[in-house]
């Protein structure tokens, strides 16, 4: 093996796309432009079962947010969870690089996209997570 | 010609702790309390639907016959969240209304003291030793915490958050208002679990469980049980008088899931599946919201019941704000909602609360709740959510005997 085992990474989760300019991509409905994240069967909106891939604009709003501080074992908290507005397309992710407290966090703030390492296994792959940051 | 019905009889347990009860115990409870109520017994009954979600596949109804009476009547399971309580009772008002039994009992049940936080299903101990995409979503681990929250309590208050987005910001304050009056709602009600009164500053300086809802803000996990006997108009007008006069009439009953809209998969959206429902019960009532003595909606967080103000049209679009610091809500208010003390105080068994709250309303029509009595009620709402979603929403109204 030539390839450096650190070099090896795996998104969170796969409508994350790494690289230099990492970003979410939807299965979008070509017939009536619905937007999922998730694999599709059919289309909630139409019915219809074709889908292409579109990219998601990496910038966008805060339509809500609430500040966790009690949640199930092992999920650290305190966290932001929160509803992005990109461009028209909601998406769900978490507030991160900025304190969690409403003093930092507001409805209708700035936010881009940001990657950080959720660590490497024991393969030598790293998991790569994302969030939103102020913009 | 579908059948009018009629609540014949109906009863809820004390909500609270109940350790020395099982599910069916507690459910048998109800049912006999209900059976009694409007003077019937199980051999009248032409159809049973029964409710309970933690043990959603343990055939709870038939359970339930082995203990109150196994007559060979149909059985019908049903799991709809939180509004698994409403989507039995609905499923019997279905049966009756159209003519296939005269008489049926509804059931909702849930032993859920000590339950704790709902919807987050946690992690594991330590990651994963090797990241391995799997599910929907191709995740090398558990997303809950990483990607937003699966929990309640935060579900729930985004929910209200983007009301504020959309109407203009919500102050924390206000949320913890809301949660103010239903536990001072909650003193006059023998019933709830929980019957004290907090101060504002109480609230407010509580835990934080996820902002803006603090601990007296979130609903009440506990024990508890409900059940109500349906009957057609026909059957009922062969009964007695008294029978007769205590029955309430259900003038809308409606069950309803959350239309596709953008981004309802990303953040559950509980506002028009409300909203929906609401519009074809005042249609199927002939009422409006004007006509209504008392509401008992689905508080299952302070966040949520701010936003089905709204959804239920007791204010104008965007106005729950308003309408609530207008007083209105409160017990002498305009529109008095949750004077049974909400979720928040009374407690939510998750499949009892659907038909606890039309208790309540029946409690009032009859002019026998006592010391929260609504003076001269004679139209009362109840609704209910169940995540994912399903509502459902029941209009009732005093008996014109």
Known sequence: MTDTAASAQVPLVNYLVLGDRPHLVANQCTNCGARFFDRRNACASCSGTSFEKVDIATEGEVRSFTIVTLAAPGVPVPFVAAVIDCGGTSVRANIINTPPDPDHVKLG???RLATYSLGTDDQGTEAIGFGFEPA | MAENVYILGITMTKFGKHPDKDTVDLGAEAALGALRDGGVTMHDMGILAAG????ASSGFGQQLQKQIGQTGIPVYNVANACATGATALRTVIMAVKSGEVDMGLAVGVEKLAGAGLLGGGGRAKSDAKVWEPSGRFGAVTPTDGRIGT?????T?????????HKYGEVSFET????????HAHSTLNPLAAYSKRFTLEEIMNDMMIAYPNTRPMCSANCDGAAAAVVVSESK???LSLEQQRRAIKVSASVLTTDPYEEACQILPNVNTLTRNAAKIAYEQAGVGPDDLDLVELHDCFA???LVHYDNLMLCPEGGAVDFFESGAPWRDGSTPVNVSGGLQSKGHPISATGIANIWEICHHLRGEAGDRQIEGAKVGLAHVIGLGSACGVHILEKSAV
């Open chain 1, 109 to 111: 703030m700035r936010v």
């Open chain 2, 52 to 55: 309970n979600l933690m043990n």
């Open chain 2, 150 to 154: 699966d929990a309640m309590p935060g």
């Open chain 2, 156 to 164: 729930f208050a985004q929910v209200g958050m983007e009301y504020g």
């Open chain 2, 175 to 182: 949320f913890a208002k809301i949660s103010e009056k239903n």
């Open chain 2, 236 to 238: 009922l007008r062969t």
């Open chain 2, 303 to 305: 966040t949520a019941e």
